[in-house]
Structures are given as C-alpha cells and as structure tokens.
C-alpha cells in the first residue's frame, strides 16, 4: 500500500511543537478516560463565564466536535486518506468532503506563527 502524506500526521507531534504538551501531560491525560477529558475541557473552557456556555448550543454542537476530533484521529492514524476513509467506515469522496468541511489537514499543516 502506498503511504500518504497523512503517515506523518501525529496530533501528539502536532502539539508537542506548538508547545501545549509534553510528556508529562501525556502520561497523565491517558490515565484518563475520554469522557473525563471532555468534561475536564469543558469546565475549563468556562471558568472565565462562570461555568455557563452562554448562548452556545453545546448539545447541537457534539455530532460536529466529535466529527473533527475523530477526523484528526483517522488521519494521525493511519498511513493514507484511502485507508483513513476504511478505518472510518466512509468512501473516500466522504472523506474528503470532511476534511474540507473541516479543514482538518489544516490543522496538522498550519506552520507556526
């Protein structure tokens, strides 16, 4: 199988440049469960508003967050868009609209400012 450019996407690598983790967040954040980390940014995200999300609809909002979440995960994940697109369930026409939609390469491309 020929490997595309996402074989090298790695959201830890990604962050770790931008200097927002290092090994010492990532030893404790996996002794963590996905829902806790959630909830965790969640409260964390409001305590300048006083733990209210005035005005946005975070319950509407979750099939979106999650769609770009598991998009960027797919991709650090796997070695090509066609085996992205497997691993999701998904054709690759679908896979590329999200990552459009999303702009999620982006993410993983964007240099540092």
Same mark, same amino acid.
């Given at each position: 199988m020929k490997a595309g450019k996402n074989?090298?996407?790695?959201? $830890?690598? #990604?962050?770790h440049k931008d200097k927002k /983790?290092?090994? %010492?967040f990532e030893v404790m /954040?996996?002794?963590? +469960?996905? %829902?806790e980390v959630i909830a965790? !940014?969640?409260?964390?995200? +409001?305590?300048?508003?006083?733990? #209210?999300f005035y005005g946005f609809p975070i319950w509407k909002s979750l099939p979106e967050l +999650?769609?770009?979440?598991v998009l960027k995960y797919a991709l650090s994940a796997t070695r $090509? #868009? !066609? %085996?992205a697109a497997r691993f999701l369930g998904i054709t690759i026409s679908e896979l590329n609209a999200n990552l459009k939609s999303y702009q999620t390469e982006s993410f993983f /491309? !964007?240099?540092?400012e």
């Open positions: 074989l090298y996407y790695s959201i $830890s690598n #990604k962050l /983790i290092n090994d %010492e /954040i996996n002794s963590l +469960t996905l %829902e965790l !940014k969640l409260e964390l995200s +409001t305590r300048s508003l006083r733990g #209210k +999650t769609r770009d979440a $090509s #868009k !066609k %085996e /491309i !964007k240099q540092q």
